[in-house]
């Protein structure tokens, strides 16, 4: 018996359906993200409200306020009764600020108009290799965040909320020696360094990053009780890092940055380890398989974001290869983080 090629019309209807719903989804995620710029969960937590209540609320037309509920109401975010009360339902409720767990700061970010422009002109990226970000906006990302003080607001809230967890499991993997110094390169806030003090209570640190991150971070380590134990540098990991540590830490930055920048940065970390130091890199390691995984969006965020990118297991090996380094092994965390552990060579 010759099997048939003819196309199953069932199949077909599953995979027209399917293909829709992707692209349809990006306009469901524009309207999620007016929602929550909006904080309609904010408003509906009491109770359920109309659309014209929560217009003068929200400083909106009610109408067209109303059609964009409509729609999420399809979802599942929001509810409607009979009297055209909106009302909270189930994946909504991470719409809230203060919910815990809460998507609200990931979903501003998501949606922000500038974001949303580079996201746009992923073609020009694929199409040239290279970040579209500063060929919309005429400057690097970072930099125009420095600029523009609300988009970097929504940047940094939504970077403080996603790496949460991500510190939490981080810091329980990672083992840190009583009467080490521990050196956060690029550590930000200071949220992961806190942590590993807080653990270990004999153990040092120094948080090196750019001055524009720095005052946070002091008042972070002033409200832990920690600025005896932590030292804030200031300067730029392509320059000179801090000398005298036993821990250096490279946490979520080597993705922001391409091969040759990421070289660099490695390189100036072993100018200024000793030989018995070790350097631990946080990173999800990617997979080229076809299996679902976080780090395959944020590799294509990067592409058109910065220009950077994720990598395998692999490529940080023969990365720390060219730049003095041995991996050591690769631990696992409770987040897709994972713990890239190396030695100078």
């Not at 949220?191 to 001055?211: M, Q, V």
Request: proline fraction near 4%; include cysteine.
């Amino acid at each position: 018996m010759i099997a048939s090629t003819a196309p199953d019309p069932a199949s077909g209807r599953e995979a027209r359906v399917q293909l829709m719903g992707l692209l349809t989804a990006a306009d469901v995620g524009r309207a999620l993200f007016v929602a929550a710029e909006l904080g309609i969960a904010d408003e509906l937590a009491d109770g359920g409200q109309t659309a014209e209540e929560l217009a003068v609320r929200t400083g909106c037309d009610a109408d067209a306020l109303a059609r964009v509920l409509r729609l999420l109401c399809v979802e599942g975010i929001f509810g409607v009764d009979e009297s055209g009360r909106f009302e909270l339902a189930g994946p909504g409720r991470l719409l809230r600020t203060d919910a815990a767990g809460s998507l609200r700061a990931h979903t501003r970010f998501a949606g922000a108009t500038w974001r949303s422009r580079a996201w746009d002109e992923l073609l020009r990226a694929v199409r040239t290799g290279r970040p579209s970000f500063p060929e919309i906006f005429g400057m690097p990302l970072f930099e125009y965040l420095a600029q523009h003080p609300e988009a970097e607001a929504v940047f940094e809230e939504h970077l403080a909320k996603a790496s949460r967890f991500r510190n939490m499991a981080v810091a329980r993997s990672l083992t840190v020696e009583g009467s080490s110094t521990v050196v956060d390169v690029g550590g930000g806030s200071g949220a992961l360094l806190t942590l590993l003090l807080e653990r270990e209570p004999t153990a040092r640190g120094i948080l090196f990053d750019l001055a524009a991150v720095a005052g946070s971070a002091r008042v972070l380590l002033d409200d832990r009780g920690l600025v005896d134990r932590c030292e804030v540098a200031i300067g730029s990991f392509f320059d000179q890092i801090p000398s005298g540590g036993d821990l250096y830490l490279l946490c979520w930055v080597l993705h922001d940055w391409n091969d040759d920048d990421a070289r660099r940065i490695l390189q100036s970390c072993r100018r200024s380890m000793s030989d018995g130091a070790r350097l631990v890199i946080v990173e999800e390691l990617l997979r080229l398989d076809a299996s679902p995984q976080p780090a395959k969006a944020l590799d294509v965020e990067m592409l058109v974001l910065l220009g950077g990118r994720e990598r395998t297991e692999s490529e940080y090996a023969e990365l720390l290869g060219e730049c003095g380094f041995r991996l050591h092994g690769v631990i696992a965390t409770a987040s897709p983080a994972a713990l890239i552990e190396s030695r100078p060579v």
